[in-house]
């Protein structure tokens, strides 16, 4: 991919499952975490962490690797931090992050391992999370997206959720606004209702429609959908080509085009569509 924002799908793996981490190689997922905190177990930790150890040594390929620790206020924070900087992975996601300081803790122990590439992805699942997401987003250069947990944050709110999650339209947007006001990617919650694809297809265009660029997976059926809802359709492509062409034969100023009054927000939309469906169609 070209960019972060062509992360379409973030599958989570848990990272103590030694026969999913073997199979998640083989899917389709934009981008893979391997997790070390919701989906295990206390006593899976350790196990976890060396099978990660083991995985990433084999990883290999354009996909970036991912692991969501435990957060700095848990136990096993300087823990999973020790073996990631023998695992190395491409990023980290940070869970339940409600301040900036949380993500430079994280930072300095990356820091410490010399020419290690890793960004860092923090999760906001809280109301004091989202107060904070534009401390959180510029926290260090490394951050490169913000992720919404709509579970956590409806347990911490007390929102009781609907088919088409209203309650969580200014959860949502605010999340968007913090990410895209500091040049990172977006990404939406997970749809934890696994047999109904066709919510989830709804989830993920509202979630494109709202600004994010990228979705949380949870189950290996769900990738296909949720990258088809995050990526241009052949007809929006050519469409947004047939509007950067007449741009070259109008090149000043507002021009009029199918009706429409055309100016230069329209056309960084055009191009934002033409590089994101030539992304996906070379990675296919």
Do not use: Y
């Not at 062509?6 to 391997?34: H, I, N, S, Y």
């Not at 900036?100 to 010399?114: G, H, I, M, N």
């Not at 999370?129 to 944050?153: K, P």
């Not at 230069?264 to 939309?269: A, S, T, V």
Request: charged share 25%; aromatic share 6%.
């Amino acid at each position: 991919m070209d960019s972060i924002a062509d992360l379409r799908t973030w599958l989570f793996v848990p990272g103590d499952d030694e026969r999913k981490m073997a199979r998640c190689l083989q899917l389709p997922a934009d981008t893979l975490v391997l997790d070390w905190e919701d989906s295990v177990l206390p006593t899976g930790k350790g196990s976890a962490r060396k099978h990660t150890v083991e995985m990433s040594a084999a990883f290999g390929g354009d996909r970036l690797l991912f692991v969501r620790i435990n957060g700095r206020r848990s136990p096993w924070f300087e823990d999973d931090m020790s073996a990631l900087a023998i695992a190395k992975p491409g990023g980290i996601v940070v869970p339940k992050c409600e301040s900036a300081a949380e993500v430079r803790d994280a930072v300095q122990f990356l820091e410490r391992v010399p020419g290690w590439d890793c960004r860092v992805c923090p999760i906001i699942e809280s109301p004091t999370g989202l107060l904070e997401a534009a401390n959180i987003a510029s926290a260090s250069e490394r951050v490169i997206a913000l992720a919404f947990g709509a579970e956590d944050f409806c347990a911490a709110t007390e929102i009781r959720r609907t088919a088409g999650e209203q309650e969580l339209l200014f959860a949502r947007s605010a999340l968007v606004v913090a990410a895209k006001a500091h040049g990172l990617a977006a990404i939406d919650s997970p749809t934890i209702v696994l047999d109904d694809l066709d919510r989830l297809r709804e989830d993920a265009l509202r979630a494109l429609h709202l600004g994010f660029t990228g979705k949380l997976v949870i189950h290996p059926k769900h990738l296909p959908i949720v990258a088809d809802a995050f990526t241009p359709s052949a007809e929006e492509f050519q469409q947004a080509q047939e509007l950067l062409d007449q741009r070259s034969i109008e090149p000043l100023g507002v021009f009029r085009w199918n009706g429409r009054m055309i100016d230069e927000p329209l056309l960084e939309q055009a191009r934002r569509t033409v590089a994101r469906f030539r992304a996906h169609t070379r990675s296919t």
